[in-house]
């Protein structure tokens, strides 16, 4: 009901207020965009190892392929040269098509895994591609609950 | 068409980083019209078309650019031309259109690219990173240093990554705050007065185009002129009959003449930039040279192969602006209007499906078993309690220490011999064009 959804849109808004695990870029292989994949200690007890690593690196792998020079991207930068980069005006570039692979793969993610757990993984592209971010979604419903117990006592109920 | 909507922008509207109230008149108790991310970018950027189109806030000399290339080509097509297709070829006009089309499609486009400006922390990041820096165990060395640095190593080689007070984000490797445009821009080259814009990751292959096909161009105008002035002296006639005949083509012979030598420096020394990976700023400061005498500095990110550098600079594929232009600002009143604030979500069009996205995935989320039994005294469909504003204040650091890494003088004295005296004022001396454009510019790049 209509109710419902606009406390969800609240959980959303309060989600960004609520703590954040940041997982920074990763330098050691020039400025191509690649992630830390060190575990930290924040989520320690909120997921397991195996599957924060599976995430990080899978999303590596696909900021690796598309920032990978090779055939098909210098077909695509000579075409571009050739045609005074009008066509970046008119198609989708190779990029652009892998970072929606990246959303919907990042949204699958937190359905399957994420969320169930009490974490929303924010899509690093929304944070200028530079940290990927775990937001603890329970702490909103921590807080909602101690201000409920502070209302209890005040009123004596 | 991009230049015509160019002009047609009211300069008065955009130049204010603050949100302009909308120009009809709205009645108090009617909430605010959505405004579009651009409105309140925090940078000193212009947009055009809605936030479809990016430059710098002061466009520098673009219009004398514009107008000096569009005057001397105007002038060879009107003048020159005719006399040429006549005595010679008709191949001169064509050849000559391409070159023009080529030039004025890759100077918009370097104008009018978001240049790979990097958006400012979020606040939550910003205080993340204040942790880390104050935590001791995070720096390597025992003492603090003042300036904020990070080291990194790449490809075996100690980079130092800066703090950026203003964008509140360590800057990552080949990033620089340009301080014209307020931005962190990456692959920082320089801020190009001619272009009115920074060149960085995103539109260098635009701004080499230009400068290559501008120098074919000049170099092109500048023959046929020479051609169509020596055919006409011929037969006993002299030159000043010929100039005589053709004024438009003595104006173009000068102009053609003392730019004709610095843009083709400038290409020149770019090709060089390109064929080593370096940028403006790098070369200028001497990262890679080894100015401190290590023989082992190199420059990490070549790849030793000039012809795989070029092809990874000019032909890599095209990294997407990160910078959400045409996304709205939320309209709750907790999200304050203070730019710093505002949180940037995915870009372009991807904004809604991003929301969608999550706000489905939430209601799964309530929706499952586990999160509900673990809570029992918050239920989802319970009224929330407002919760306590957690926006925290953004500290007005009004330091902005770049200093320290820049304006060192005799680094640029290497440049005079391939471009002629820098001189500060833009139209002072016709000599050259494009002189100052990378000697100035990253001097005083991030001078605050």
Known sequence: ?157 | MKNHEYQQIDPQALVTPTPTPPPRPLPEHKPRRARRRWEVFPGKNRFCCDGRMIAARQSGVLPLTLGLILLTSGLFFIFDCPFLVKHLTSCIPAIGGVLFVFVIISLLQTSFTDPGILPRATPEEAADIEKQIDNPTGSSSSYRPPPRTKEVVINQQVVKLKYCFTCKIFRPPRTSHCSLCDNCVERFDHHCPWVGNCVGKRNYRFFYTFIISLSFLTAFIFGCVTTHLTLRSQGGNGLVFALQASPASALELVVCFFSVWSILGLSGFHTYLVATNLTTNEDIKGSWSGKSGNEDVGNPYSYNSIIKNCCSVLCGPMPPSLIDRRGFVPSDDSVQTSPVEIELPAAKNDINMCTQGTKGLLETASRSPLLTSSCPQAKPQAVLEPLPEIVPEPPKTPHKHHSHHRSKAKQSAHHTPKTSNSSPRPYHSHSSRRKDSKNRDPKFSSLR
């Open chain 1, 1 to 157: 009901p209509a109710d419902t959804f606009h406390n969800l849109q609240e959980l959303h808004h309060s989600a960004s207020l609520a703590t954040k695990v940041f997982i920074q870029r990763d330098y050691s292989d020039s400025t191509i965009c690649k992630f830390q994949t060190k575990f930290p200690a924040e989520l320690d007890s909120r997921i397991e190892r195996s599957l924060f690593e599976e995430t990080v690196k899978t999303l590596n792998c696909y900021y690796g392929e598309a920032e990978k020079i090779g055939g098909q991207s210098y077909l695509e930068g000579c075409l571009a040269c050739a045609t005074a980069y009008i066509i970046f005006l008119c198609m989708e570039t190779r990029y652009e098509k892998i970072l929606k692979k990246i959303s919907m793969y990042i949204q699958e993610q937190n359905e399957k895994i994420y969320a169930p757990r009490g974490l929303l993984l924010t899509d690093p592209i929304e944070r200028g591609m530079r940290v990927v971010s775990f937001a603890n979604t329970w702490d909103v419903f921590l807080s909602v609950g101690t201000t409920l117990k502070e209302l209890c006592t005040i009123y004596k109920l």
